[in-house]
């Protein structure tokens, strides 16, 4: 399967734990994305990797949460402290483009599911 | 930033009869949208594309219709199946290659 690759499928945890998620990208796409989606809506977009060099974040990414992509290929969003209104689907995606076309098709992951206790 | 709104967010209709679902966007710099089938349990999945450049895109039973001077655009299904049962997304592209999505329709193909 060479699509987009998260893990863990599910994290079940307590108010107050740390948790880390991983994505691999498809193999040599350069950008990579995460987006958060709650249940009945669309994906919200979290930050923005090109290579590894972090371009973009959300408002929505308080100083909780952190993203790295070490060596422009797999990533980590990590969460500290989680409050109950973490609860969400991260979604994990991934495009092939120069850095002057911003309109590349997005593939995503099947995320993680993530429920706080 | 982008907004993107999306009609109806329920869709009921007969196997082999058409749906359409409607988007409108707001920002007029948007030049690429992407549709997206998603599943329950799963991520979204990329069903069709059009660009700024065109009009209109047909990839078998699915069409996607652009009007960029009024900013909407449309998804249409024919010959609808069960299998096509999902939650369909509309997406407009911002700075940075973030998309937007719409809220989501929940397609409910009836056998």
């Known amino acids: 399967d060479t699509g987009v690759s998260q893990d863990p499928r599910h994290k079940i945890t307590k108010r107050g734990q740390n948790v880390t998620f991983r994505c691999d990208p498809i193999?040599?796409?350069?950008?990579l994305y995460w987006y958060r989606q709650t249940l009945g809506q669309g994906p919200e977009f979290l930050t923005y990797?090109?290579?590894?060099?972090?371009?973009?974040k959300s408002r929505l990414l308080s100083d909780r949460f952190s993203a790295e992509r070490p060596k422009g290929s797999f990533s980590t969003l990590e969460i500290q402290r989680t409050e109950q209104g973490d609860s969400a689907m991260y979604l994990c995606?991934?495009?092939?483009?120069?850095?002057?076309?911003?309109?590349?098709?997005?593939?995503f992951g099947d995320g993680t599911r993530l429920s706080i206790l | 930033g982008e907004n993107v709104e999306q009609h109806p967010s329920t869709l009921s209709v007969q196997e082999g009869d058409s749906a359409v679902i409607k988007c409108t966007y707001s920002?007029?710099?948007?030049?690429?949208f992407p549709w997206y089938k998603q599943e329950l349990g799963k991520g979204p999945q990329l069903i069709i594309d059009i660009r700024s450049n065109v009009g209109e895109k047909k990839d078998q039973r699915i069409a996607v219709t652009l009007n960029k001077t009024a900013k909407h655009f449309s998804l249409h299904i024919t010959e609808t199946q069960p299998e096509d049962s999902a939650v369909y997304f509309c997406?407009?592209?911002?700075?940075?290659?973030?998309?937007?999505f719409g809220s989501g329709t929940k397609l409910n193909v009836k056998p």
């Open positions: 920002d007029s710099a948007s030049n690429y």
């Open positions: 995606a991934s495009s092939l483009g120069p850095s002057d076309r911003d309109d590349q098709p997005q593939h």
């Open positions: 990797f090109q290579n590894e060099a972090q371009l973009e």
């Open positions: 997406a407009a592209i911002g700075n940075f290659n973030k998309f937007y």
């Open positions: 193999s040599e796409h350069n950008r």
